[in-house]
C-alpha cells in the first residue's frame, strides 16, 4: 500500500511559479511510474508528467519547457516545478504512483488546486 499526500498549490498571477510537494508513505519500488495528473471543472483527468523508476521523464505538450518533475529519493517524495504558469493550468493536481507487479496497482493523493488568475 502507498499513501500519497499533495502540498505547495495556491493562487498565482499568470506567469508565476508554483512547486507541488507528493508525499508518499510506504516504499517506492524500482518499476513503479511516479506522476502528476491535473483535472479541471468538467473536464477529464489528465496526464501532466511521469517518472519511472530509475528515472525516465515525460511530459504533456501542453507542459513541455514550462513544468518539470523530479524526485527526492531520501524523503520518499517528488515535486512539480511549474514555471510560466497560464489560466489553463488551473486544475485539482493529483500526485500518482502506478505499480506493475507484484500486481497492478494505482494509488492517488487527494489533490492540490493551483489557481492561475489572469
Known amino acids: 500500500q502507498v499513501q500519497l499526500v499533495e502540498s505547495g498549490g495556491g493562487l498565482v498571477q499568470a506567469g508565476g511559479s508554483l512547486r507541488l510537494s507528493c508525499a508518499a508513505s510506504g516504499s517506492i519500488n524500482h518499476g513503479d511510474v511516479l506522476g502528476w495528473y491535473r483535472q479541471a471543472p468538467g473536464m477529464q483527468r489528465e496526464l501532466v508528467a511521469t517518472m519511472t523508476i530509475p528515472g525516465r521523464t515525460n511530459y504533456a505538450d501542453s507542459v513541455k519547457g514550462r513544468f518539470t518533475i523530479s524526485r527526492d529519493n531520501a524523503k520518499n517524495m517528488w515535486y512539480l516545478q511549474m514555471n510560466r504558469l497560464k489560466p489553463e493550468d488551473t486544475a485539482v493536481y493529483l500526485c500518482?504512483?502506478?505499480?506493475?507487479?507484484?500486481?497492478?496497482?494505482?494509488?492517488w493523493g487527494q489533490g492540490t488546486q493551483v489557481t492561475v488568475s489572469s
Open positions: 500518482h504512483v502506478q505499480r506493475t507487479w507484484p500486481t497492478f496497482s494505482n494509488y
